[in-house]
Structures are given as structure tokens and as C-alpha cells.
């Protein structure tokens, strides 16, 4: 996938992370979830077309956008339980980071919800929490920001 091999998850492991590891809740305590992948989530799907059939990458390119936005919000209401499978006790450098961390335990936010654009192309971020409230894809405010500085 396009711009994937410039994330410092790409060389950091001896093997490098699988598709798997990120989109599909792994192992028995998280059977419910990987039952409930199989059944409902699309990105199941549109994960295998894209290992087997590159000619769909075209037109797949267009709604790119939308579906980086359903695998976050899985992410979201999984609470990002694959990203915690590698990522056990973030501490992160820094007093701004440790902040924000901390909203973990006082505003129940999920890994998702900041780590965006981690290693596929980048598409505009979502806003997860006003995505759930209004039931529809809702962009963060700071993209528009970075729109019009762009202009
Ligand atoms: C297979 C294990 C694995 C999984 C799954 C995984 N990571 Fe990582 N992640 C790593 C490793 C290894 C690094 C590089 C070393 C480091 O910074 O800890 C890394 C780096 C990062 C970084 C810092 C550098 C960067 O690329 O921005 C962030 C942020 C991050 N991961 C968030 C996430 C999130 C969010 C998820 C879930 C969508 C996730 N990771 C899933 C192993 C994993
Ligand atoms: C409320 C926002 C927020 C949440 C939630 C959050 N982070 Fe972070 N995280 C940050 C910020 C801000 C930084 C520091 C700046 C940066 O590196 O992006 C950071 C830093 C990191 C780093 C170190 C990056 C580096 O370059 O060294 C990793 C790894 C990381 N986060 C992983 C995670 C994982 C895994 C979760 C979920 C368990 C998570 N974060 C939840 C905002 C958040
Ligand atoms: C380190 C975690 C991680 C790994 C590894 C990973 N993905 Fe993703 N993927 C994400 C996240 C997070 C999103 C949501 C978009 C975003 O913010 O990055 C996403 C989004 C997607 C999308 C929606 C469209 C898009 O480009 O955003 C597809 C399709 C996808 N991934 C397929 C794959 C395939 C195929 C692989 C293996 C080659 C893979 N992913 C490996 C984390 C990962």
C-alpha cells in the first residue's frame, strides 16, 4: 500500500507487522470481536480483494477516504484493542504527549481517535466521537485549517 514502508512500523519488528495485526482482533479473549469482524465489517472484505486483486486498487483509491474512515471507526469500537495487543504501557516523551495520553482514563479516548493517517496513504482525519454522536463521517476540525494554509 502507497507510502506504507515510510512508518517506523515498517523495520522496528523483526517481521514486519501484517495487515492481520491491525484490522482483525486476534486470539480468544478477543473472539467476539474477530466473530463480529467476519460478520459485519466490510473491510474484511475489501482487505482480501486487495491482497488478491491489485486491479481493484484504482477504483478502490476512490473511496479511500470513506473506507479509512470505517476501519477507524472498528478501531473506535473496538477500542483499539490491536493497537494495545503491540502496544501494551505507552509512555510517551514529553508533557503535551503525557496530556494527552491521559485522556485515555478522564475522556475515554482510544488510541484511533489521535493516531491517524498511521501508515497508508493520508486521507483527511476524522472526527470519531462527533462520527458516532451523528451517525455519518464527520472530518476534524484541523484539517480545514490545513486546507486553507495549503491555499
Ligand atoms: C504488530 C505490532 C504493532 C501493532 C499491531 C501496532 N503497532 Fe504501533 N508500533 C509498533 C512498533 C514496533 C513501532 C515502532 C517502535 C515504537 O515507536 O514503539 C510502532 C510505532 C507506533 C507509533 C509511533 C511512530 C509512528 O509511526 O507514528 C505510533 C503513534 C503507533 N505505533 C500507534 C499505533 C496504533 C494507533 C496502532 C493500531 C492502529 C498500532 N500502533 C498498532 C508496533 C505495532
Ligand atoms: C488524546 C490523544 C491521544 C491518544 C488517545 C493516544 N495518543 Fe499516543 N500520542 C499522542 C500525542 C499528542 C503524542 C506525542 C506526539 C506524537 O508523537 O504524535 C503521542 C505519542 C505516542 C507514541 C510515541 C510516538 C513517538 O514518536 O515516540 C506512541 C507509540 C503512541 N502515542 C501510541 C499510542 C497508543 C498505542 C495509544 C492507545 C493505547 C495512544 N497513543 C493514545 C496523542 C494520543
Ligand atoms: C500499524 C497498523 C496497520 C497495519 C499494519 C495495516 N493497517 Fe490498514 N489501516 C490502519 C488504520 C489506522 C487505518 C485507518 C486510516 C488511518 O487513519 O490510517 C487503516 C485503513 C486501511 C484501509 C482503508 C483505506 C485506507 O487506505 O485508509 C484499508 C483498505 C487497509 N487499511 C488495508 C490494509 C492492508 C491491506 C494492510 C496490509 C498490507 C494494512 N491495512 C496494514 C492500520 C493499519
Known sequence: MGGAEKSSHYGALGADPGCKDCHVPQGLGNFHLALWTHIYDGSR???AEMMYDYSTIEKFNERRPIMAHYARMSLKNWDSVTCRDCHKNTKPPGASAKAAH?????EGATCIDCHQNLVHKKVPESD?????????????????????EED
Open 45 to 47: 472484505a475489501v482487505l
Open 102 to 106: 491521559q485522556k485515555m482514563e478522564t
Open 128 to 148: 470519531l466521537n462527533a462520527s458516532l454522536a451523528q451517525g455519518m463521517m464527520v472530518l476534524k476540525e484541523s484539517n480545514k485549517k490545513t486546507e486553507e
